[in-house]
């Protein structure tokens, strides 16, 4: 990581160029920081304005004396503010990536504290109103995306409104993001096929999967709405990289496409969610016969185990239509809690120095600096855990092979003397019966086993808090 006032940026004069002034656009190439340096004070002192008597420390940045990469970028210091006093020049906080510098932040006493363009601050409620986005699109600083002919200035500057030339012409979603948003099409689209042609009997073999198995209904169910959910939740996250949640609007050229992509993948998860559930077979094999006030007592003294007696011994109509909502509202509550965490530890700590240098680093798959890479990662292990799961909980199913039960490996000792009495040990072979070998493998094999659960949750605390110590 580098701080330097000239960090060689190649796009640093497209953000620093005066935008009410177009035809001001130049690209000087140095290969230090210092040499960039050594040309703003020569040419300081061979043209230095008569209007400004004496220098404090700094250059003054001003429409006497137009120097290239030397005043703050446009989201920080945007034309029509006070920009013709001495100044300091803005600290660039940068990272090396891929064969080039991408910046971190651009950090001035002012740009620091900032959470948003506009004087007013987002506040708590900025994860609500970031919603809302999709039907408000409109570009970084800019009012709307068809006219963007307002702005306001940044933070302790002034909030007057800027001509429309002050909005820089922002470039089209690069073709990384593209690419990744057509995998995530396809492979939401092939998640929803799969869950409208559930199958045990018709290739592709894959189909099986998403057939409930009775016994493991409950288990079946959690599965599929954390596999919407994981759907949703990348959504989101290629989302937030582009700046869908950002309260100024996003750094893109067309951003109403891009908007609508979040919404889309979000309603096509939650429809092959509601499908593959009423596709279902809600037949109980055995359904036992419970008092009319079970379901009363299951939903004021709420238990698992309660709960799944009430669900065996209802009719088939109020069991699916019990499992369709039950997974409808968990997935809808899931997707929500996930956005607003994921707003809370990203979009809400961004400021107005790092907001547009942390989503043009996110928009590019390719720099390895991009902070979403690493989340994708994850989505995407998710996912296939999800996937595997799946395909293991079909081979629990009522056909699978069975070992014998106990009571049919019971071995018959006669008594010598001749009598006809008999007596049965049932210890002798217990560990090759269904009770005592196959039952507990199949416990814990199941995809939310309690004893992998309590290990995997002490295993991440532990992880969770070396990692901790360690940035402490």
């Known amino acids: 990581m580098t701080l330097t006032t000239y960090p060689l940026l190649p796009w640093e004069p497209h953000w620093t160029q005066r935008l009410d002034d177009p035809t001001a656009h130049s690209h000087r190439v140095f290969s230090q920081d210092r040499s960039e340096g050594v040309y703003v004070a020569t040419r300081a002192l061979l043209h230095f304005p008569l209007s400004i008597p004496r220098l404090t420390g ?15 970028p446009f989201w920080i210091d945007p034309p029509g503010s006070a920009q013709d006093t001495p100044e300091k020049p803005v600290a660039w906080l940068s990272v090396l990536g891929r064969n080039d510098f991408w910046p971190l ?40 995306a068809d006219d963007p002919g307002k702005n306001t ?44 042609y559930p199958s045990v009997s018709q290739k592709p073999s894959h189909r099986a999967y998403f057939v409930c198995v009775h016994s493991r209904r409950l288990p079946y169910l959690s599965l599929m709405v954390l596999g919407g959910v994981t759907i949703s939740a990348t959504a989101t996250v290629l989302a937030w990289g582009f700046g869908a949640m950002s309260p100024d609007g996003l750094p893109l050229a067309s951003p109403t496409l891009w908007l609508l ?14 499908i593959n559930v009423s596709k279902q077979s809600y037949a109980s094999p055995a359904a036992p016969k419970v008092d009319p006030a079970g379901r009363a007592r299951a939903l004021k003294w709420w238990s698992v185990q309660r709960w799944k007696q009430y669900v065996e011994a209802a009719d088939i109509h109020e069991r ?46 390719t720099d390895g600096v991009s902070p979403v890479m690493p989340l994708l990662a994850v989505l995407v292990g998710v996912y296939l855990w999800f996937w595997y799961s799946l395909q293991g909980l ?57 004893k992998v659960l309590q290990r995997a949750v002490l295993i991440f605390a532990m992880q969770f808090l070396l990692v901790y110590l360690v940035a402490s």
């Open 394 to 450: 079909a081979l629990l199913g009522r056909d699978r092979p069975r070992l014998p039960l106990s009571e049919f490996l019971a071995i018959e000792i006669v008594d010598p003397s001749g009598a006809k009495k008999k007596k049965k040990d049932v210890n002798l072979l217990a560990i090759f019966s269904d009770e005592g070998a196959a039952a507990p493998v199949e416990k814990l094999c199941g995809p939310f086993a309690l």
């Open 153 to 196: 200035a940044a933070v302790g500057r002034t909030s007057e409104v800027l001509p429309a030339i002050s909005i820089p012409r922002w470039l089209p979603m690069p073709v990384s993001v593209r690419g990744v948003l057509v995998m995530l099409l396809i492979g939401c689209g092939f998640h929803f096929l799969c869950c409208l």
């Open 320 to 365: 699916k239509r019990l499992a369709l909502w039950g997974s409808l509202i968990a997935f809808v509550l899931s997707t929500l809690v996930f956005y607003f965490a994921f707003y809370f530890f990203t979009e809400r700590v961004l400021t107005v120095s790092s907001r547009v240098p942390t989503y043009w680093r996110s928009m590019d798959f």
């Open 105 to 144: 932040a651009a950090l001035t006493n002012d740009a620091i504290v900032g959470n948003t363009i506009t004087t007013e601050s987002i506040g708590g409620h900025g994860a609500f109103l970031s919603l809302f986005n999709v039907f408000m699109p409109r570009q970084y600083g800019s009012q709307d």
């Open 58 to 72: 700094f250059v003054p940045v001003s429409q006497d004396l137009n120097i290239p990469d030397y005043r703050a």
């Open 261 to 274: 992509s979040q919404p889309f993948f979000w309603t096509v998860a939650c429809l092959a969610l509601a």
